[in-house]
Every structure is written in C-alpha cells, then in structure tokens.
C-alpha cells in the first residue's frame, strides 16, 4: 500500500505543481472548482445520501454555488470576511472532534447538517487557494502545499517510530501525539530552510512561523474531521479516485482547513506591514 501511495504521489504531484504555475487565473479557478466538485460527489456519500438521483442534486446545488462565486465580482472586504467566518467554524469542528461522540446525535443523523458542513468545507477551500494564489502569489500557494505535505509525511514517520499516545482515539485511532511532534518539528525545518533561501525582514520571521504552525495544526483538524465523518458515515474511503489513497477528499482534507487559516493570515500579515 505504502509503495502505491508513493508512486501515485510522484506521478500526481510533478502534474499538479506544473498546473499551478502555468494556468492563467480562470482557468487555475476552473480546475479548482472542478476539484470541489469530485470533492462534492464524494461528500454526497459521508452524507448518508444513497440515490444517485440525490447525490446528483447536491452536486448541482455546490456547482451552482461555485458558478455563482466564479461569475461575480466580489468585493475586497468579501472573501477576508469569509475566511474569518471558516476560521471560527474549523474552531468549532476541532470542538466537535474533541467531544467525538457526545452530540453526534445532532449532527450526525440529519443530512442536511452534513451538507451544510459540506458547503463550509469545500466553498471556502476554493475561495482561499484562489485567493492565495492571485493576491499572493503562485509561490506562496506551494509553499502551503509544502507545508501539507511535508507535515503529513513527519507526522507519518515520527508516529510511526515513537507513537504512542493516541490524539484521538475515538476519531483516528492511528494518529498520535507523537506524529503531531514530528509535524511541527517537519513544519520548523521548511520554514527555516524557506526564510534562508528568500531573505525576508527577520522582524516577520516570528509571524511566518507562528502561521505556518496554525496552519499545520489546522490541516491536522481537516484530516481529523473527515475521518470523523467518515466513522460516522461507517465508510474506510471517501471513494476510489486515487490509487493507494482513497478518494480526493482523503487527499484534500488537510487542505480544507488548512487554506483558509493560511489565507487569513497571510492577508492579515499583509495589512500589518
């Protein structure tokens, strides 16, 4: 299984770096919208939803949404609105990770709480990587991958070699407090290698890394919640897209949180200096 995840990952990465660089703005905002809309389809099943005929429904209504959102003219107060609006829920989605399975009742059973948390996901996500990308640039949205990926793979190892007590059990019982340290210790690294390989003022030294800590953090609480929905949902997969990975919600959950508090606060650093 590892050897199919890796080999995936090299032929998927190299493809996805070189459509970030390269793609004009609307076409990068169509691709990513069509992204959500995979991530939809398979959010339709962490759902509940068992017709085809209603999967198809609420793929409609996010494209509609999507369409909406790509069609108009946003103001500039819009979108920081927005992610603020995420941040405060990706807080209390690490509540209801925490509290995993006290009022799942609530939530858990109504598949149109589970929608709606589908919208609250997958929306924002696009908003933020598009917004990274054109107000930040194509730069800074990879080194938001890097740190993804590159903390996904320290808290794999880390967990594996010293794991020993559980983050939480009651949601993923394979990941550790352990894997978290190596995360964080991984996410130091790049962050130092970054800064001395693009020399920036060290007085935003303090503030790139404290983001860059948030945001691993967060991409932990994305991982954390679909694997909540999906012990809900009593589903393994998000789906079958990736070899050896899943579905593309299993690849993109980190994201989903991960993104809009990376674009929160790069707009808020943005507007101190």
């Known amino acids: ?19 970030v660089i390269t793609l004009p703005a609307p076409m990068f905002a169509l691709l990513t919208a069509m992204l959500m809309m995979v991530g939809a389809w398979e959010w339709s099943l962490l759902m509940g939803l068992k017709k085809r005929s209603h999967r198809w429904c609420y793929l409609f209504f996010i494209f509609i949404l999507l369409n909406t959102l790509f069609m108009s003219k946003v103001s500039t107060l819009f979108i920081p609105n927005v992610l603020c609006a995420t941040f405060f829920w990706w807080v209390f989605a690490t509540i209801l990770i925490v509290i995993y399975p006290k009022i799942s ?29 054109s107000n930040f640039g194509v730069w800074s949205l990879l080194f938001l991958f890097v740190l993804i990926w590159g903390a996904d793979s320290g808290a794999y190892f880390a967990g594996k070699k010293w794991g020993k007590n559980k983050l939480a059990p009651k949601v993923s019982p394979g990941k550790t407090r352990q894997g978290l340290y190596g995360a964080l210790a991984t996410t130091t690294v790049i962050v130092g290698g970054v800064l001395y390989l693009i020399p920036s003022p060290s007085r935003m030294w303090p503030a790139i890394l404290m983001l860059s800590f948030a ?59």
């Not at 589908?118 to 917004?131: E, Q």
């Not at 967060?218 to 050896?244: C, Q, W, Y």
């Open 1 to 19: 299984m590892l050897k199919k995840r890796i080999l995936t990952a090299v032929i998927l990465i190299p493809i996805f770096v070189a459509l």
């Open 215 to 273: 945001t691993v953090i967060f991409s932990v609480v994305g991982d954390l919640f679909e694997s909540m929905l999906k012990r809900n949902a009593g589903v393994k997969d998000s789906g079958t897209l990736i070899p050896g990975h899943g579905g593309l919600l299993d690849r993109i959950d980190s994201l989903t949180a991960a993104a809009p508090v990376f674009a929160l606060g790069s707009w808020l650093i943005a507007k101190m200096t």
């Open 105 to 133: 009742f609530i939530w858990g059973r109504g598949i149109f709480f589970r929608g709606l948390m589908g919208c609250i996901v997958l929306i924002p996500t696009w908003i933020a990587v598009n917004f990274i990308r």
